[in-house]
């Protein structure tokens, strides 16, 4: 099985379906599949527990459904191919089968708005990502025989009082978002501009989240947020800086760090990770919280995205290459042995041959465990869009996202063998792809560690001694 993070990397896009039974079911089928980022799986989770409290159920098979939901991603233009190309299939089966109902959901029903429903006829329902709530009247509205739209974003929306549905899960480790939106404003990025203002969700229901999964035997959870550093809890509403609150909401707030330490008391047999850390917000406070509890994964994804400063301002990124590199130091000092991976984008608008061999000499310095590699895809509307040329062609960019990729190859190599003759817990996710009589899970690293299976289960914690590994996975047999 392939994990979710790792469907983005070489942007190899795949949608996923979804399914689970409705013992209230109204007799509508619904399949819906699912593009892009990890934020987008778990807001489909949400979608589907919407969907269920009216009847609806749904189906992991397209030929059955009558309503057919894509949540799409608009991150690059790759991504957005992908789903036009599906959307454009789905359109055809829609021809022999008029009364099947399509639906756009997520990141680019967001960007594109009437866009795929006006001008190209390609599908019944638009609906951005803060206005899940109001799909099944949108149904309703296309069942009277109209067309339904719904991009309105929100400054307070967080779906904090719904209980996902878990789908297509292995029932072992589960998202729970944290926050919704963005405000950062890096120049490439359309995020902002899709999923709306940052919020933060009320710990409360976080915590209440997680105390629920573990209940249901789930071992790990994983906090979601486009920045997860900047969490402010404050009684709700739109973001606010700590020095921006009144006396009285800093004394209740709750940062992040808090936060993940209200999480990991829930159950120190539940594993803690969280994505994305930003560099200019993560605090040594963090990283102390996640020294002090077990059940933390020791593991940061720290996107850098260039190496060179000037670059990194042209982004809007908020820090230098020094600044960078001083994270990662307080990661080495506080957590000494925490793996660390990355974002990385290449040929970003004016990068130079030199600016590129300081992203190199950044990921030299720091041998991350492994990366996620882009080549710049403008996108309309950013900022970078309508301040700078794309100007790198398009063969400059793949021969340097070849060098990244070759550099980061070795260093996932190296530290993968640091690994071998060690005894390392394993969380069991599942049987391995290439054999059924083999198990796979993930170490507190996140590395990827395969075993024979003997009577182990999924959802087991099991101690395996790695006598082997590639540049991708660890092998072992458990102790
Ligand atoms: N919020 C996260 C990133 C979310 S998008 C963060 O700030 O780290 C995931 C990754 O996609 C980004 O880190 C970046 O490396 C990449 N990305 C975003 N916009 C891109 C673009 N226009 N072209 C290429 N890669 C992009
Ligand atoms: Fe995009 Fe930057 Fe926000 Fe990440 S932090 S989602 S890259 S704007
Ligand atoms: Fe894509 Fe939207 Fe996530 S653009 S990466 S699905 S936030």
């Not at 892009?36 to 459904?65: H, P, W």
């Not at 799409?72 to 009364?99: D, N, W, Y």
Request: glycine share 6%; proline share 3%.
């Amino acid at each position: 099985m392939l994990d979710l993070k790792e469907k983005t990397i070489n942007e190899e896009w795949q949608g996923e379906a979804l399914e689970r039974e409705n013992p209230n079911s109204n007799g509508r089928k619904v399949y819906i599949e699912s593009y892009g980022c990890q934020m987008n799986f778990s807001d489909s989770e949400i979608v589907a527990s919407i969907l269920e409290k009216e009847g609806y159920q749904t189906t992991r098979l397209m030929e059955e459904a009558e309503i057919v939901f894509v949540n799409t991603c608009s991150i690059r233009e790759k991504a957005e191919q992908t789903v036009r190309k599906r959307l454009e299939g789905f359109h055809k089966v829609k021809r022999k089968k008029p009364e099947m109902i399509i639906g756009v959901l997520g990141c680019m029903a967001e960007r594109m708005k009437t866009k795929l429903l006006e001008e190209e006829k390609l599908v019944d329902i638009v609906v951005g990502p803060d206005a899940y709530r109001d799909l099944p009247e949108l149904v309703k509205e296309v069942d009277g025989g109209r067309k339904a739209v719904n991009v309105i974003l929100s400054k307070e929306e967080t779906y904090g009082d719904i209980s996902p549905v878990r789908l297509g899960g292995n029932g072992v480790t589960a998202f729970v978002s944290i926050t919704r939106g963005c405000d950062n404003m890096c120049t490439f990025c359309v995020v902002p501009f899709t999923r709306g203002r940052e919020r933060s969700r009320n710990p409360e229901s976080i915590v209440n989240e997680v105390r629920d999964l573990s209940e249901k035997g789930y071992k790990e959870v994983t906090l979601l947020g486009q920045n997860v550093d900047s969490y402010l809890w404050y009684g709700g509403g739109p973001k606010k800086d700590f020095d921006k609150l009144t006396k009285e909401e800093q004394d209740s707030s709750v940062n992040f760090a808090q936060l993940m330490e209200m999480v990991a008391q829930v159950d120190p047999k539940v594993r803690i990770r969280f994505s994305t850390s930003h560099p200019k917000d993560m605090t040594d406070e963090v990283l102390h919280v996640m020294a002090k509890y077990d059940n933390i994964c020791k593991y940061i994804h720290l996107p850098f995205q260039s190496g060179n400063s000037r670059i990194l301002e042209m982004m809007n990124r908020g820090y230098t290459r020094e600044w960078y590199l001083n994270r990662m130091e307080a990661i080495r000092r506080i957590i000494p042995d925490c793996a660390v991976s990355a974002d990385v984008i290449t040929g970003f608008c004016s990068e130079t041959e030199e600016e590129h061999q300081d992203t190199l000499s950044l990921m030299e310095e720091v041998k991350y465990h492994f990366s996620y590699m882009f080549k710049y895809s403008e996108r309309p509307n950013t900022l970078a869009q309508r301040k700078y040329e794309d100007d790198i062609p398009e063969e400059v960019k793949g021969r340097r996202l070849n060098e990244i990729i070759a550099m980061q190859q070795k260093h996932s190599l190296e530290r993968m063998k640091a690994d071998v003759g060690k005894t390392l817990e394993v969380l069991v996710e599942g049987v391995s792809k290439k054999s059924d009589q083999e198990l796979f899970g993930r170490t507190t690293h996140n590395s990827v560690a395969v075993f024979p299976r003997k009577d182990y289960k999924i959802g087991d914690y099991v101690m395996v001694k790695i006598h082997d590994c590639t540049s991708a996975t660890l092998i072992g047999t458990a102790v």
